[in-house]
């Protein structure tokens, strides 16, 4: 099983900017998508973006136009890049991704607060 390990988060003022970074311990890219979530206090965890093997993204209504999903192969390292932020984007976020047998892993989280 795949070891995730997210970074970069942090605490960043309303309209600030924060890369996430996802490390695996090996190749998650070549078949099934890997995806950023985020779970808020009291609230479900819910998506917020994924990409493809194909390199095609997805994005939650909420974060397009602001955030940003890319990956490094090679490095075998997925990013979320968010812009805008607001506080509303506060949560801990997860990165889940699968090895090629298609089982899938979690990150620890990293935590993400977007205040004044």
């Known amino acids: 099983q795949v070891r995730l390990v997210e970074s970069g988060g942090g605490l960043v003022q309303p309209g600030g900017s924060l890369r996430l970074s996802c490390a695996a311990s090996?190749?998650?890219?070549?078949?099934?998508?890997t995806a950023w979530y985020r779970q808020a206090p009291g609230k479900q965890r819910e998506l917020v973006a994924l990409i493809t093997s194909g390199v095609t993204t997805n994005y939650a209504d909420s974060v397009k136009g602001r955030f940003a999903i890319s990956r490094d192969s090679a490095k075998n390292t997925l990013y979320l890049r968010m812009d805008s932020l607001k506080p509303e984007d506060t949560a801990v976020y997860y990165c889940h991704g699968a090895d090629s047998r298609g089982i899938g892993s979690w990150g620890q989280g990293t935590q993400v607060t977007v205040s004044s």
């Open positions: 090996g190749s998650i890219f070549s078949i099934n998508p």
